[in-house]
Nanobody
Framework: QAQLVESGGGLVQAGGSLGLSCTAS????????AAWFRQAPGKEREFVAA????????DYADSVKGRFTISRDNAKNTVYLQMNSLKPEDTAVYYC????????????????WGQGTQVTVSS
């Protein structure tokens, strides 16, 4: 069965950086679009970034544009999220997701999900 496993979360001070990874197993995701979402306590899950299966197109939420970078290495079946200039409002559980179609900002359009990794940004 296909699985997505996130790693790289943790605690960082405001202004710092963190890198998240999402590795797929049980299925080759090289032809799948991938995305990162996040959910803060008491809030709905929200879109962060997405990347096409070839890595030639991508999309970012306005709140992270210019600070976060999504990338992928299909040979490693892994998608990355580099987060710079982190702010306390970036604190959330971050989830990666994949779908066998073009990128989308709606979480319900994604078929595969990881278990999430906690990112905490202290002020």
């Amino acid at each position: 069965q296909a699985q997505l496993v996130e790693s790289g979360g943790g605690l960082v001070q405001a202004g710092g950086s963190l890198g998240l990874s999402c590795t797929a197993s049980g299925r080759t995701f090289s032809t799948y679009s991938a995305a990162w979402f996040r959910q803060a306590p008491g809030k709905e899950r929200e879109f962060v970034a997405a990347i096409s299966w070839r890595g030639l197109s991508w999309d970012y939420a306005d709140s992270v544009k210019g600070r976060f970078t999504i990338s992928r290495d299909n040979a490693k079946n892994t998608v990355y999220l580099q987060m710079n200039s982190l702010k306390p409002e970036d604190t959330a559980v971050y989830y990666c997701a994949a779908r066998n179609s073009r990128i989308d900002r709606e979480d319900k359009m994604y078929n595969y999900w990881g278990q999430g990794t906690q990112v905490t940004v202290s002020s």
